[in-house]
């Protein structure tokens, strides 16, 4: 298989130029540089659980026709793969292409990356610790991305938000008149502030994104997200919630951490047979 690097813009330019950038999402052509040399094939098991990640996170009601999810190259920190743009469901090997964290294709061979691949990059620029990234637009998630009523962890599977779940809001770096999306560095940089050390950071109008150590791990923390936020709706209707406590809820990440495996080959088996060709 072959893979599609992309490397992202260098200087900035003049101001205005940039915010006018910022605000279209349209990127200075001098700002495209050469790409970089591919990080080599990687592990044959890395791009397995990355196809299945994707088959998963669609059979479990996460994504549907979007949504993505990477993972570094486990060959260089300084390069991630991520499906080219189409739904998840349907991503096999052949569709996983390579970038720099910057963001822009080595190798595209008309193939279309996904318009918000910059808040994969930039997150991963911010945060050596993190491996795998989702960004979805979960349905139950979104009400508390467009509130003021805050996600908490409502139990111990979810004790990953327990650190607080911050709200980008795309209009403090873009302005009023944006589509929403990530779709440049400027943008995807915000969001990466934003989001800080936690787990998780929503999107006001648009999603979430969860962020973790492994591919395994960021998908259990997708998963759960969604279920936590149906169940704190479901609480507060019924009236008094109780949520974890912070002290519980680190905890139970603790554990958890050690306890991915279990519902990943679940997942795995269910959403890979009922799935074509990987």
Not at 87 to 112: F, K, N, Q
């Amino acid at each position: 298989m072959s893979f599609c690097f992309c490397h992202g813009p260098g200087s900035l330019g003049r101001r205005g130029f940039l915010a006018a950038a910022v605000a279209t999402g349209i990127e200075p052509s001098s700002r495209v540089q050469t790409p970089p040399a591919s990080a080599g094939p990687p592990n044959p098991a890395l791009l397995d659980d990355l196809v299945a990640a994707n088959r998963i996170l669609y059979d479990q009601g996460v994504v549907d026709g979007f949504g993505h999810v990477s993972v570094r190259h486990d060959k260089n920190p300084n390069r991630y793969l991520l499906s080219r743009s189409m739904a998840p469901a349907l991503v096999t090997r052949d569709d996983i292409m390579e970038y720099d964290l910057d963001s822009v294709p080595i190798e595209p061979r008309g193939r279309t990356s996904y318009l918000e691949r910059f808040i994969h990059g930039e997150l991963y620029k911010a945060r050596p610790d993190v491996i795998a990234i989702v960004h979805s637009h979960s349905p139950a998630v979104i009400p508390f991305a467009d509130t003021a009523v805050a996600l908490r962890p409502m139990n111990h599977i979810a004790g990953f938000l327990g650190t607080g779940v911050p709200v980008f809001e795309i209009r403090d770096t873009a302005g009023p008149a944006t589509d929403m999306l990530v779709r440049n560095p400027s943008l995807g940089h915000a969001l990466a502030a934003t989001m800080g050390d936690h787990s998780v950071v929503l999107m006001r109008g648009h999603g979430s994104v969860a962020a973790a150590q492994s591919i395994r791990h960021v998908v259990f923390r997708a998963v759960y997200t969604e279920v936590n936020a149906r169940i704190q709706a479901e609480a507060m209707r019924l009236g008094n919630p109780t949520f974890l406590n912070a002290q519980e809820a680190a905890a139970a990440t603790k554990t958890n951490d050690g306890l991915v495996d279990r519902p990943w080959e679940l997942w795995k088996q269910h959403a890979m047979a009922k799935a074509g060709p990987r």
